[in-house]
């Protein structure tokens, strides 16, 4: 009697875990076969697949509902693909989740940068898509050559740029409150003196402003603190673009790291960057984003990108891009924005390497993935000017920014597209793009010197302290940490790819 | 004279207590008055204990635009949260009667097994494979609560509630006829029901809380839970806001209001702020109970 009780109530325990694991897979097959009947036969010639696109960011109402409709019935006519679309936090980005999703194996593809690409890569986790290449004929048409280059490792094709914008000298210009310039009765900013003229008076005026909303201006100081043209490979490495050999220069031993932190140094004593800054780093973006900073690091694309938010805090606010100097050539890594990979598991890279090209392929596609439908979405006036009835973002248009497709609102005067446009005219392509730093034979070395970045560097560069102060002890952790290895490795391996591309 | 300088340790202490819990109370002030005040003035004048021109209109743009989504959200909390809560003391208890149970041979063994989890576990790796790959929990229901049913240390805890109740009581229900079931149903349960309440409560407060279970394992937004749902909105605002999103050229996401982080903050606080003062009466009673009497 006791006994069969016990097994009873163990079969009922059972009974019930097993209904509710099979009724939720129940539910999502059917909504499967149910979807799959709408729309099947349209394409012929290839097998039907099924593809898992993660994105990072906020899924917004209309995304989901464009992914179960218009988008679903595109992609299904143009490639025979049924495509998923996953939102993840942007937390998971380049490791967490995504780091997971690729170790055990599951069959996806999202974007990725060149730092992770190497890390994941080394682990086999990548799919090699040289041979798909051809799968993607408009994309190539549409993507700048070198941006492929910059994601090859051994000279394979690992991930697939998308996007093609102006983006050389990436915060190597002063992003101005043009609309604060001109109440304080400057017309532009031409020099270090005149940005903190600039800060000056606006300070007197509005003491409630910070002045600059970041904690790293080693690119637009770079006219007053040194003659060379550097660009940097990572916190580290630089490289002088204005020499034609295949030096590396060490950042934190150069003479020029040294005067960039004592300008630093001045700006956090002036008050130029605030006394939170040190703490609160995120709050600086806020403010920057709610109208309280002065001036910006900027971007060929910031001063339309991020008037939007500001004018919703300051509806008068108005920005402009200035360098701080002249006669050096605006240096570009490529005009990508991003690259997707394909998982090493998926079944069929062939087709999603297809999906990609759907992305650039032409201004219909575009207008569809990046704004939605003509009329329901967005209007386009003669001048085929943009006005989105719906706000909500799409697949992210940062992601698939092409200049040979992107859409300008009304708010945008001319001058600032056709500024926009020139903006890369007489920029040079980086000596190192291209070039992809192998980690492994320094690896322990690498975590280190990261961690004395943060702790030591990172602070020194931003004139949180003083540099002859904390500098010789950062310097001696630098090198307990193996800096010296570290950049010996860095220089063998890059010496040796640039011999081979000259 | 004793009862003087008691008197005035008391008032010590009083003073002491009411100026924490002050200090605790400030930010979450902070948080309701930023949820009530206008999106311009906050931009300006930053936070104040009193809303900054009084309005609505956050919680109006929050539930005009995402309405649908928070309260599916909510409801996806209430029910992992309920449906956790009840699965989680069935399971904890039950292991908890059996390592309890006297004259058992194996509960040793059980015990251990429990306790071995508490010093080593597989990682995060494993784990996700495990629920995804041999389980199939991701993108379903039970998966958001399933993976947390069983917490050792509050199953230790239940134990010691079943070791207070004294055994005689067991023997004689025995001699009545009473089989494991009925004792565990009929008289365990009765009787340990602080120490029921106690772990209904940390489980509650744990599948509410938890937003670990939906980034690992849910990608379909009609399975998001209140908190995952704020999770997400801070991470990709803290993304944004680190030097990271270089990395990502250009993504320029405008990030929500700060009115509306302070709102939604709001939201998920609620109902845990709502229930606390009248549950909390058991947090104290059923840790002292089990203190006195294990």
Not at chain 1, 458 to 480: C, Q
Request: glycine fraction near 6%.
């Amino acid at each position: 009697m006791k006994k069969n009780r016990v097994w009873l109530s163990l079969f009922l325990t059972f009974a019930f875990l097993l209904s509710a694991c099979s009724s939720g897979n129940n539910g999502s097959a059917n909504t499967n076969a149910g979807s799959k009947e709408g729309s099947a036969g349209e394409n012929a010639g290839m097998a039907p697949a099924k593809l898992t696109i993660v994105l990072y960011g906020d899924e917004t109402n209309r995304m989901k509902e464009l992914a179960k409709t218009e988008f679903y019935d595109v992609i299904k006519q143009e490639i025979n693909a049924e495509v998923e679309f996953q939102f993840l936090p942007w937390s998971e980005y380049a490791g967490g989740k995504t780091d997971l999703m690729l170790s055990t194996g599951e069959d996806f593809a999202t974007y990725t940068d060149i730092n992770y690409m190497v890390k994941s890569v080394a682990k086999g986790v990548y799919a090699d898509l040289t041979p798909y290449l051809d799968a993607a004929p408009d994309l190539r048409a549409n993507v700048d050559e070198a941006s492929f280059t910059a994601f090859q490792l051994g000279g394979k094709q690992y991930a697939i740029p998308v996007g093609n914008k102006p983006n050389s000298a990436e915060f190597y210009s002063v992003l101005v409150r043009q609309d604060l310039l001109e109440e304080v009765g400057m017309t532009s900013v031409s020099s270090l003196a005149e940005l903190e003229e600039f800060y000056d008076k606006v300070h007197a005026l509005h003491p409630e402003l910070i002045g600059y909303a970041s904690t790293d201006a080693r690119r637009m100081l770079l006219y007053d603190y040194t003659d060379k043209n550097l660009y940097w490979q990572n916190e580290f490495i630089a490289l002088d673009e204005s020499a034609e050999d295949d030096q590396i220069i060490s950042w934190f031993e150069s003479e020029d790291f040294k005067k960039y932190a004592e300008l630093m140094r001045g700006w956090y004593q002036k008050g130029i960057i605030p006394k939170y800054a040190a703490t609160n780093t995120p709050q600086l973006q806020s403010d920057w984003n709610s109208g309280k900073a002065i001036f910006w690091a900027g971007t060929a694309a910031r001063p339309f990108e991020g008037a939007a938010t500001i004018t919703q805090a300051v509806p008068g606010a108005k920005l402009a891009n200035y360098f701080l100097g002249t006669g050096r050539p605006k240096i570009s890594r490529g005009t990508y924005s991003t690259a997707f990979f394909v998982s090493s598991a998926a079944k069929d890279p062939e087709r999603y390497v297809m999906f990609f090209n759907l992305l650039q392929k032409n201004q219909e596609l575009y207008d569809l993935f990046a704004y939605g439908i003509e009329g329901t979405d967005f209007t386009l006036d003669e001048n085929g000017r943009l006005t989105k009835i719906n706000n909500d973002a799409l697949i992210p248009d940062w992601l698939l920014m092409n200049k040979n497709f992107m859409r300008f609102d009304n708010s945008v005067p001319e001058d600032f597209i056709a500024e926009y446009k020139a903006w890369d005219d007489g920029a040079i392509i980086s000596k190192g793009a291209g070039f992809n730093f192998d980690n492994t034979p320094v690896k322990n070395e690498e975590t280190k010197l990261n961690g004395v970045f943060t702790e030591y560097l990172a602070p020194i560069g931003s004139g949180f302290v003083d540099y002859d102060e904390v500098y010789p002890r950062a310097l001696e952790k630098l090198k307990a940490a193996g800096l010296d290895k570290y950049i010996a490795e860095y220089q063998k391996q890059y010496s040796e790819w640039y011999a081979k591309q000259n | 004279m004793a009862t003087t300088e008691s008197k005035g340790l008391m008032i010590f202490f009083y003073c002491f207590i009411a100026i924490f819990s002050i200090i605790c109370l400030i930010p979450f002030v902070l948080a309701v008055s930023g949820s009530l005040s206008t999106e311009a003035r906050i931009a300006a004048e930053g936070y104040s204990f009193l809303p900054r021109g009084f309005s609505l209109e956050t919680y109006q743009f929050l539930f005009g635009s995402k309405a649908e989504q928070i309260i599916r959200a909510y409801s996806v909390s209430l029910l992992v949260t309920a449906l956790g809560t009840v699965s989680a003391v069935l399971v904890t208890t039950a292991y908890a009667y059996v390592v309890s149970v006297k004259g058992f041979r194996f509960k040793n063994v059980l015990a251990f097994f429990a306790y071995f989890t508490m010093l080593f576990s597989g990682g995060t790796l494993p784990w996700y494979l495990l629920s995804t790959k041999y389980y199939h929990l991701n993108d379903t229901l039970i998966g958001l609560f399933v993976p947390y049913l069983l917490n050792v240390f509050l199953m230790f805890l239940m134990t010691n509630y079943f070791r207070s109740i004294p055994h005689e009581i067991m023997e004689s229900a025995e001699m009545d006829g009473a089989g494991h079931m009925r004792i565990f149903f009929s008289m365990m349960i009765p009787l340990g029901r602080v120490g029921l309440v106690t772990i209904s409560l940390f489980y509650a407060l744990q599948f509410w809380n938890d937003f670990y279970l939906p980034l690992m394992l849910v990608s379909n937004q009609e399975l998001y839970t209140i908190q995952y749902m704020m999770y997400n909105m801070m991470a990709n605002i803290q993304f944004l806001a680190s030097g990271n999103a270089a990395q990502v050229s250009g993504a320029i996401i405008a990030p929500p209001l700060e009115t509306a982080k302070m709102a939604m903050t709001c939201l998920t606080v609620l109902p845990i702020a709502i229930l606390y003062p009248f549950l909390q009466r058991f947090f104290v009673r059923g840790i002292v109970v089990g203190s006195v009497k294990g």
